[in-house]
């Protein structure tokens, strides 16, 4: 029975058993496991939770068990357990699975705001014109109220129409309808390195617009023609790591066409990227722009002195194992200092929304992050995942960290501004 007190099916059991017979229990991923480090506790390490899966799978263990419930969303899902495997378990897939099976409480609100852009617009609007004085509410509501992401003054698409040309270039009025923005240099002599399409995401494009324009500017630059479809919608990794796994599919699908005309799908967040590289229908043609930008090699800017370090986003490192690229992208950019910190792949503790459903670890983890970006003595922090990014902002205010967290493009891109570009 699930917890409607209708009779559910057994997702696990629908799964290649294969998949949950992977693991070799030789515990190589327990120092990689944030909850397993912080309790000792072996059902909250991968092997453990792996453990209570199968036993759901083969019907010893009920879905709607309280312990299973537990564990499936006590799991950060950062998939260091992934990188540490030597048996290459698919922890990811079994995790969704699993979180299909026991559900999530307010699920409903995720399906409803993220099956349709305008609605999330609409929720961010209304978010961004309340205004709350933090101290009349009680504390744990003012922890999330903080937490909330602070809304863009202007969404993705009004933002990246705003890309400047030069009067010898493209003019905007000449875009096709379906295009954010096209290539100066190279639309202007037919020399386009690539066509590419932008992801602008769901919290992305309501909270970090800045990042998508900085991601055209970049990729401009850089002689490509870009191209944002306003039929995009949700990539849909927010709801499968939720268990939404039938929606996600179908929103996948509607990207799929959206996107049929480009090259390569550009993703600036690690969370989306990690999933799309992972969902069928996107057929391989999703990079993320520190990968796309190795691959292509990037224009060279002025000078843009500034003293970085770089924080390891779990769905990047772990997910979609681009550790090296974004540093390359950092240490291209003449006249900027990387300083490496220390557990930079240890999870910073936003995970989606757990810092809100699990905000006790989630704190945890973000007050050892924070020590450590300290330590390092660097006043920005560059991270590839919106999530981290609202993460350690709130984390910098919480702990009193005097440090300017950004995404690695970011940087690029202002170092091409200072440049003229």
């Known amino acids: 029975m699930n917890r409607s007190g209708m009779t559910a099916p057994n997702l696990l059991q629908q799964l290649d058993y294969s998949v949950l017979q992977q693991c070799i229990h030789c515990g190589l991923c327990l120092p990689t496991c944030p909850t397993y480090d912080a309790t000792k506790h072996e059902t909250s390490s991968p092997r453990g939770r792996i453990a209570l899966m199968r036993a759901v799978a083969d019907g010893k263990l009920p879905a709607d068990s309280r312990q299973f419930a537990d564990e499936m969303y006590f799991c950060l899902g950062c998939l260091a357990c992934e990188t540490a495997c030597p048996a290459g378990v698919n922890y990811a897939k079994m995790l969704e699975y699993a979180r299909a099976e026991v559900g999530l409480r307010g699920k409903w609100l995720l399906r409803w705001l993220f099956s349709k852009p305008a609605r999330l617009k609409a929720a961010a609007r209304l978010l961004r014109a309340v205004k709350i004085p933090p101290a009349i509410l009680p504390a744990r509501l003012r922890e999330l109220y903080e937490l909330r992401p602070r809304i863009a003054g202007k969404f993705s698409f009004d933002l990246i129409r705003e890309v400047e040309f030069p009067k010898t270039q493209v003019a905007q009025a000449s875009l096709p309808a379906s295009s954010a923005s096209t290539g100066r240099d190279a639309c202007a002599t037919g020399l386009v390195k690539s066509r590419v399409g932008l992801l602008t995401g769901c919290v992305q494009d309501v909270a970090y617009a800045d990042v998508n324009r900085d991601t055209v500017d970049v990729l401009l630059a ?59 229908e996107y057929a391989g043609k999703v990079k993320d722009i520190t990968e796309f930008l190795a691959e292509i090699g990037v224009a060279s800017p002025q000078s843009l002195p500034a003293r970085v370090t770089y924080h390891d986003a779990c769905h990047l490192v772990h997910g979609q194992k681009i550790s090296q690229q974004p540093r390359e992208l950092l240490r291209a950019i003449p006249g900027l200092e990387l300083v490496e910190l220390p557990e930079a792949t240890w999870c910073c503790g936003s995970a989606g929304l757990y810092n809100i459903t699990q905000p006790e670890m989630s704190m945890a983890l973000l007050e050892r992050k924070m020590k450590q970006i300290a330590a390092t003595g660097a006043p920005i922090v560059a991270t590839g995942n919106p999530g981290c990014i609202g993460q350690l902002r709130y984390g910098a205010r919480k702990f009193g960290v005097n440090v300017e967290v950004v995404h690695p493009v970011t940087l690029l891109a202002r170092a091409y501004r200072s440049s003229g570009f």
Request: charged share 20%.
């Open 222 to 280: 850089n002689g490509c023609e870009v191209v944002t479809p306003r039929t995009q919608v949700c990539c849909g990794s927010l709801l499968a790591h939720n268990g939404e796994l039938r929606l996600a599919g179908r929103l996948a699908l509607q990207n799929r066409d959206a996107f049929k005309d480009v090259d390569v799908i550009i993703v600036n967040s690690a969370g989306c990227g990690s999933f799309m590289k992972h969902a069928p």
